[in-house]
């Protein structure tokens, strides 16, 4: 198929008629789709169902006698700082071990710092005029953090090498209400982006005109990858300190797409001067977290390596889904200059960008025909996208059968309404 421009006024409204026949037959069907969250399908969860049974009545007490029903141990069990401090590059004494929300553990530090201030300006940041950098797109509970604390967020684009550090570089350096910056740095959420190292040494070494400039660098999706070759990121926390900058970054990982999303583990890596800051605060507001799903993460899993080999069964059940989302939306979509998308190498979403002015619409479309996505505009601070054309697609939940169809839909919709 040419590109819609080059159709003549006659082949457009014969492609159209052609389409509408399509989106026809879709609404007689009465679908049922869902393709809203990245949440891992039926099949990723029943992989880890020995981790309900692996810490029983028999087996409750760590390695080094203490007993994980009790209260206690506020930034979490040895062991369990042992298996993550692994996982995310740190010591051991970088590392603090949570509940099961990493999202939890950014929006506390938000509210520690709003009111407290941070471990090297104790001005609390509600009493600062204060801005906060998104790449874009980009995760929308990141925005909603920030937009649930008043704090004005810039647009930076997210390029495919990590976010524009030029534009990032220029904005910290001239402008001291600038507090910190978001980034979701390996296989980014939507577009499946990692930073190369250059952008992480720079961002770590980068002049800020505010003292106590914060990067919330959540690696939601360290081990996530959907082939052999795993994409490479450059420990930021250790670029920090080269830097001169340790107090810089703050960490954030989880398991909640590795177990259980309602069951998962969270950790936090920083400098030892931001543990010791925030270990401070949670004495005020905890006895102690569920070290009792610590320890079952601790027997199931083992270490980093029983962490990957379990990662690649996940990708043996989700690489497919990508696949067939990337090949339905070429056989429909490729050659016709109206949509783009990324093809990740892991992570949990595809970035697609439709033409000015028509996600929404897409979107619309879509969910008259029994197909729901995440809401056009999602993937930017305010749920404002300028341009009116990423949508996130999020392939993981539905069955490989129902993503077909439910990207089938997105594809026809797509074209419909790129034809006006």
């Known amino acids: 198929m040419a590109d819609f421009q080059s159709l003549s006024h006659q082949d457009k409204q014969q492609l159209k008629d052609s389409l509408q026949k399509r989106i026809n037959e879709y609404k007689a069907q009465v679908l049922q789709l869902d393709m809203t969250r990245g949440k891992p399908g039926p099949e990723q969860l029943d992989i880890c169902n020995d981790l309900l049974t692996c810490v029983d009545e028999n087996h409750f007490m760590t ?11 506020l930034d979490g069990i040895t062991e369990a700082k042992e298996l993550f401090a692994d996982f995310m590059g740190a010591a051991k004494n970088e590392i603090i071990v949570g509940g099961n929300s990493s999202l ?35 995760y929308d509970r990141h925005f909603t953090i920030c937009q649930r604390f008043g704090i004005e967020m810039i647009n930076v684009d997210m390029t495919e090498f990590g976010p524009d550090i030029t534009m990032i570089e220029e904005l910290v350096k001239n402008d001291g209400d600038i507090v910190g910056m978001w980034c979701v740095p390996r296989y980014s959420n939507p577009t499946g982006y990692t930073c190369s190292s250059e952008i992480v040494e720079r ?3 980068m002049p800020t005109k505010c003292k106590d400039f914060r990067i919330f660098w959540d690696d939601a999706y360290a081990v996530h990858f959907l082939n052999d070759a795993p994409d ?45 800051w925030l270990k401070e605060r949670l004495f005020a507001q ?32 989700i690489a497919p889904k990508f696949t067939a989302v990337h090949d339905i939306l070429t056989g429909e979509l490729a050659g016709k200059g109206i949509a783009s ?21 897409v979107v619309a479309l879509a969910g008259e025909l029994g197909v729901k996505l995440t809401p056009a505009g999602a993937t930017f601070p305010y749920k404002k996208d300028p341009l009116d054309r990423n949508i996130r697609i999020a392939p993981t ?17 797509i074209q419909y309404i790129s034809l006006g």
Request: net charge positive; charged share 20%.
């Open 341 to 361: 998308w990324t093809k990740p190498a892991g992570g949990y979403f595809i970035s697609l960008n439709t033409l000015d002015n028509c996600a929404k619409r």
């Open 63 to 73: 390695g080094g006698g203490v007993d994980t029903r009790n209260y206690g141990i």
């Open 232 to 276: 490479k990121l450059l420990n930021l926390l250790d670029a920090c300190k080269k830097a001169g900058n340790p107090d810089r970054v703050f960490i954030f990982s989880s398991t909640s797409k590795v177990s259980f999303p309602g069951g998962g583990v969270a950790m936090l890596a920083a400098s030892e001067k931001n543990c010791a």
């Open 104 to 138: 939890n553990m950014m929006y506390d530090i938000f509210a520690q710092l709003m009111t407290h201030g941070s471990s090297t300006d104790s001005t609390p940041w509600f009493s600062r005029k204060k801005k906060f950098i998104c790449p874009v797109p980009g």
């Open 203 to 205: 961002l770590a070494a």
């Open 286 to 317: 905890t006895i102690g977290p569920d070290k009792i799903n610590m320890l079952r993460h601790v027997i199931y899993f083992k270490d980093l390596a029983g962490i990957l080999k379990h990662m690649k069964k996940q990708a043996n059940i």
């Open 397 to 413: 939940f539905p069955g490989l059968d129902d993503l077909k169809k439910a990207t089938e839909v997105l594809a026809v919709c």
